[in-house]
């Protein structure tokens, strides 16, 4: 499935969470599509977008692995249907809108939550979603940039 589709049906999700528990699991969601979504650039993405890629890549899975993982069937797995990447900048566009929104339905737990432990974990998650989405903004640039030299 192509990353767009994939991102909106996570935006979707995120946005019909409602309990702590569904909206981390939806962050969790979020952080490994775009870890998905990093790999496939950095593997067949542009050439200028690659170091970047292997970054949001790496700061992706540091979300993963701070949210804890997951009982997902492999077909609710939305990152395992990524087959293909679409539009470059259309993509990422929208997963650096899904990611800011990751990081504000965090906030809400983490500022909802009287265990010091979940908060924790949110603040991390909310950091590496933040630090993703700056690779995200930077390969944008970086589109921006190629457009304009070729142009």
Known sequence: MEAVRLIVASRRALAGTGEAPEVMEEAWQAHALAQAIG????????????GEALGLTELAG?????LGAHALDVSALRAARLTE?????????????LLGEVGIA???????????????????????ADESRDR????????TVQDKAAG
């Open 106 to 128: 965090l906030v809400g737990i983490a500022c909802a939550s009287d265990d010091q432990a979940t908060y924790w974990q949110c603040m991390e998650a909310i950091d590496a």
């Open 136 to 143: 995200v903004l930077e390969m944008l640039r970086r589109l």
């Open 85 to 97: 990447l679409g539009d470059a900048r259309e993509a990422l566009v929208c997963l650096g809108c």
């Open 62 to 66: 540091r979300g993963c692995g701070v």
């Open 39 to 50: 790999s496939r650039f950095a593997v067949s993405g542009p050439p200028e977008l690659r």
